[in-house]
């Protein structure tokens, strides 16, 4: 089996992205487990499909999968990246505005040159039922135990579910504890991407996040929209804010509860590539 790729990423977020516009997606959990290993494979955090619309309404579909093999509703580095390849693959002008379709539903994507893109990442919901999160009413923080202590958190879905810590240091080494205990907290029953937040002011915020399928990464698109969404509806941040990751900085837009939220960052080439469909090693 020899599979054509590109590798891509988003501020460190990386991505192995596979052309399925005339062959239907075929890999295994297996397969992409094999091909996400970092020593024997090509590495990435995400698998991305580029695949024909379901939703006549949309120009494309794109499908998602974490390191593990196990699928994923929304990618905001993601989208970034299935924007400037289809910029690539000659589907997409700069300053074109296009809708395309993500396992979580339409989202639009403005290409605003070769490696930047504007993506409408919809309305963020705090609802507990659709994240899915165990909580007996909506609210904009929650006590959760989490091993010996009980920490505050925000709650939402970006298409994803995430919860959103407050830490006055990133680099504290409890965050390397508490990031894999809430990302499988019971409280998520799907899972959970943890971000850890540091407010910087009211137009910058820095940010880790602990993915469910894919560990710490260097970025999280979606983590950043869900930071800015808890900081923004808390009154702690302005409608435009800049959210500073390991791999980089994301500029985030959002009025407020019934809005879009709007994202804003680089998408970038590394190389493209032939996975030879070795043995699977996992």
């Known amino acids: 089996m020899k599979?054509?790729?590109?590798k891509m990423h988003g501020i460190g977020n990386d991505f192995v992205m596979v052309d399925c516009r005339q062959q239907p997606f075929a890999l295994s959990e297996a397969q992409i487990r094999d091909i996400a290993d970092r020593h024997t494979g090509v590495?990435?955090?995400?698998?991305?499909?580029?695949?024909?619309?379901?939703?006549?309404?949309?120009a494309f579909y794109y499908g998602i999968w974490n390191a593990d093999g196990s699928p994923s509703g929304q990618c905001g580095n993601?989208?970034?990246?299935?924007a400037a390849w289809l910029h690539r693959a000659g589907e997409l002008a700069i300053g074109d505005m296009v809708k395309v379709e993500s396992p979580s539903g339409p989202v639009t994507v403005r290409l605003n040159g070769p490696n930047e893109v504007t993506v409408d990442m919809g309305v963020p919901s705090f609802d507990p039922a659709t994240i899915p999160f165990i909580a007996n009413a909506e609210a904009d923080r929650y006590g959760i135990d989490v091993g010996d202590e009980v920490l505050e958190i925000g709650a939402l879905s970006m298409g994803n579910p995430h919860a959103v810590v407050v830490v006055p240091d990133l680099h504290?080494?409890?965050?390397?504890?508490?990031g894999p205990l809430l990302t499988t907290h019971e409280r998520f029953p799907q899972g959970a991407n943890?971000?850890?937040?540091?407010v910087m002011g009211r137009e910058l915020l820095r940010l880790r996040v602990h993915e469910r399928g894919s560990g710490w990464t260097m970025a999280c698109g979606t983590g950043a929209c869900a930071a800015m969404a808890?900081?923004?509806l808390r009154g702690e941040v302005d409608e435009r804010v800049h959210v500073e990751l390991p791999g980089g900085t994301l500029t985030i837009e959002w009025e407020g509860p019934g809005h879009t939220l709007w994202m804003t960052g680089p998408a970038t080439f590394v190389f493209e590539g032939e996975w030879l469909g070795n043995a699977p090693t996992h």
């Open 3 to 6: 599979l054509p790729f590109s």
């Open 43 to 58: 590495g990435f955090d995400q698998l991305i499909s580029i695949e024909p619309p379901r939703d006549p309404s949309c």
């Open 78 to 82: 993601g989208v970034r990246c299935v």
């Open 172 to 178: 504290a080494p409890s965050l390397f504890r508490l």
């Open 194 to 198: 943890t971000g850890f937040v540091q």
């Open 230 to 232: 808890v900081m923004r």
